[in-house]
């Protein structure tokens, strides 16, 4: 009988020995289950050309069956980058800043006031704010101790009036009364980081400087794997990189709204999110995309 024709018998101990292919079989499907539907956006990786077959004196030794090449995913690729600012235009075509303000001045006070703390609840303060001490040289007549009571509901107040009051004496000795439109001079105000900048900057003087980084910012960018980083200063150069100059003061609008309507910290509303099938975000709570465990928050 030629070799290889004998059919195998079943071994002494009464079950097939060799490979244990009930066990390959719950290996190849578990395998099959959790690779999931990869996203449009996984360019194929660098493999080696393997033949699918070896044929040697006009004889088909061995015949490997040929498999797609593995898929590499770039979560930066201008077409996917392209698609999100576009679904981000339909879904925000002319979102702004929700923090209510006549001057940068207010706008300024309003995002110091907003830290740790919900834009509603600062707008609940600010009418009567600025009711009472309508300019800012009324502000920096003041004592931080005596705008506490006026901002206390919106938090951290001992700070914020310090911040505050601080602010309004260094624009009026320094800067004539007028908030600076400079990314460099408004940082010599106290209480005031790149966040705070990058709003009262691209909201009211329509300046392009950066983008702001707060929390929906943070968490977004993260689920949406467009930076690695925890860190706000460097989230904001991941995405002063992959978002055009141009799209920066709507971008970070959009994402903040997003935060709020759709995907929110805790279950986000991913069966309601245009931007499913982009996201692969580890607490995603319905996905028609494969899961990547680190894009978490
Ligand atoms: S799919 Fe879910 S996690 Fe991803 S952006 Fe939309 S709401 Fe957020």
């Known amino acids: 009988m030629v070799r290889g024709n004998v059919p195998r018998q079943p071994a002494k101990t009464g079950r097939q020995e060799g490979a244990p292919r009930e066990a390959a079989l719950k290996t190849a499907a578990s395998s099959i289950r959790s690779r999931g539907k990869a996203s449009p956006f996984h360019e194929p990786a660098k493999t080696s050309a393997v033949p699918d077959k070896k044929i040697l004196a006009g004889r088909v030794l061995s015949r490997k069956k040929k498999t797609a090449p593995a898929q590499r995913y770039n979560p930066l690729a201008p077409e996917r980058l392209t698609e999100i600012l576009k679904r981000l235009d339909q879904l925000y075509p002319d979102v702004t800043c929700a923090l209510q303000h006549q001057s940068a ?3 300024l006070v309003a995002t110091i006031l907003s830290a740790q703390s919900t834009d509603l609840n600062v707008n609940r303060v600010t009418p009567e704010l600025f009711r009472k001490y ?15 009571p006026d901002i206390y509901s919106t938090g951290f107040f ?17 800067f004539g009364g007028q908030v600076p439109d400079d990314m460099e001079k408004i940082l010599t105000l106290p209480g005031v980081a790149r966040k705070t900048a990058n ?7 329509k300046k392009s400087e950066g983008l702001v980084v707060d929390t929906h910012v943070t968490r977004i960018s993260r689920r949406l794997e467009l930076t690695k980083s925890t860190d706000a200063p460097k989230i904001e150069q991941d995405l002063m990189k992959a978002i055009p100059r141009g799209k920066w003061i709507l971008f970070s609008h959009q994402i903040i709204w997003h935060g709020r309507k759709l995907c929110v910290a805790r279950r986000p509303r991913c069966a309601e999110c245009p931007l499913e099938n982009l996201c692969h975000a580890a607490d995603k709570t319905w996905s028609t995309v494969e899961i990547h465990k680190s894009a978490t928050w």
């Open 105 to 107: 001045w207010e706008l």
């Open 134 to 148: 309508p300019t800012v040289e009324a502000f920096a007549a003041l004592a931080p101790e005596q705008l506490q």
């Open 158 to 174: 001992r700070n914020k009036a310090k911040s505050v009051v601080g602010a309004a004496k260094k624009i009026v000795s320094d």
């Open 199 to 205: 709003v009262v900057l691209g909201t009211w003087f």
